[in-house]
């Protein structure tokens, strides 16, 4: 059974602080993985991330991904109160057709 | 800009109701996923579909059943609620390969008194 497991399950700090959220992952035939971002309504899409030690960077977010090991990283810097959201993590497999969610981070940045 | 639609934002049935969950995507996706989210369980799949008419079973499929008559739509069928399934309920659709993110709904919150 695939399995993916987020942390910390949940996370305060204060603006400006630099956040680290941990998605470790043991799937078969592994294709991607996905980050999301979920604050009061739909989750929204973030990164996807498919090759070892390349890192995908969005302002002020950035992710990577370790295929040896079987994790990856999700990394905020300069937090802002608009970050507060709940952080998903999906792995994808390739032969069963779906994805697997973690139970999320939820990050609570304090102004 | 892609966007899914789930028909109800707030939604409350009585045990034994059978209720329908509609969701419609406008880009042509071909998969769509139906998942529920409870508090400290992450998004647990419950259907998905690859084609009209096609559908899968997920990881918690019991007591749902699932419709796809057109591939814009696909609907969730409580079949005689209880208030266990009382959830967030999201949809999401994606285009085929395991390499395309899913573009989700706003969610239907469900209450089964």
């Known amino acids: 059974e695939d399995k993916v497991v987020q942390s910390p399950l949940s996370l305060v700090v204060h603006e400006g602080d630099t956040v680290t959220l941990n998605c470790s992952y043991e799937v078969t035939n592994f294709r991607s993985l996905l980050w999301y971002k979920q604050e009061k309504k739909a989750p929204t899409f973030l990164f996807m991330l498919t090759s070892s030690g390349i890192e995908k960077k969005s302002g002020r977010l950035s992710s990577i991904l370790d295929k040896k090991e079987l994790f990856s990283i999700l990394n905020i810097t300069a937090t802002q109160t608009g970050d507060s959201a709940i952080y998903l993590c999906?792995?994808?497999?390739?032969?069963?057709?779906?994805?697997?969610f973690g139970d999320g981070t939820t990050l609570t940045v304090k102004p | 800009d892609v966007k899914v639609t789930q028909s109800s934002r707030y939604l409350v049935k009585r045990t034994g109701e059978k209720v329908f969950l509609e969701c419609v995507q406008d880009?042509?996706?071909?998969?769509m996923f139906w998942y529920r989210q409870d508090p400290g369980l992450g998004l647990r799949l419950i259907y998905f579909s690859y084609d009209v008419k096609m559908k899968e079973k997920g990881d918690i499929p019991e007591g749902y059943s699932v419709s796809r008559e057109k591939k814009e739509r696909f609907s969730l069928i409580l079949e005689s609620a209880s208030t266990n399934q009382t959830s967030m309920y999201l949809c999401?659709?994606?285009?085929?390969?395991?390499?395309?993110?899913?573009?989700f709904g706003d969610g239907t919150r469900l209450s089964i008194l």
């Open positions: 999401a659709s994606s285009f085929p390969l395991g390499n395309q993110p899913q573009h």
């Open positions: 880009m042509d996706h071909e998969n």
């Open positions: 999906a792995v994808y497999n390739t032969n069963a057709g779906k994805s697997t």
